[in-house]
């Protein structure tokens, strides 16, 4: 009768322990969502920071660890909304977190979105940010994302080849660029061809009629977005 009843007592304790455990992860998954909500609606850097931090903590927690896709999102966004900073020091840690995702082994075996993403948005910024100026970078970072027809990237090579980073300006491949993100519904390359149609540029015979046309798709905010 006590065998029995010690077996009841390992069953009961079993259960609970498998309850408790999956309740601590429940918490934490809601927890963690919560912090995700908050920090998209944040008011300010200093907030938005806080609540980055904050969730960059949460996923140290061990029912975080394998979660891969949290962390390759994680470094993602932070490393994206640091390099708004005007921070000299943030901008370097917003390196930091954008390289863990472009060198990370196993999205390089596995490319998506976000790798390629983070590749476009580092490309922008060794282009934009004085502390980590870097026009060969630059370009090769946003190749890799304009070889997937990401339109942002699309775009911003036409930008780079229309100013002449690191080599002299080509405003026929810039046109070329801008006219291929225009079709893929990137806005902002919209605003670049009607320029080119004004003045004329990258064998773009100037056509006031088709310049206006191309500034009004620029002016719609969500398209390609």
Known sequence: MKLYNLYKYKIFLYFLICFLSFSNISNSSERLDSLWRSYYYCPNFDKCLDLINKIEKELELPEFINNYDELDWLNYEKGSFLMSSLNDDDILLAEEYLLKIINNERLIKNPNDLYYYAHVNLGWS?????????????IK???????????????????FYEMG??????????????????????????????????????????????????????????YGD
């Open 126 to 138: 060794y282009h934009t940010e004085k502390i980590i100026f870097n026009p060969k970078k630059a």
């Open 141 to 159: 970072f946003m190749k890799i994302g304009a070889e997937q027809k990401i339109p942002e990237a699309i775009n911003n090579l036409g930008a």
């Open 165 to 222: 980073l690191r080599d002299k300006k080509n405003y026929k491949k810039a046109f070329e660029l801008y006219s291929e993100a225009s079709r893929l519904g990137q806005h902002y390359a919209h605003s670049n061809i009607g320029k080119f149609y004004i003045l004329g540029w990258g064998g773009a015979e100037k056509n006031y009629y088709k310049a206006i046309n191309h500034y009004k798709l620029s002016t719609i905010s969500n």
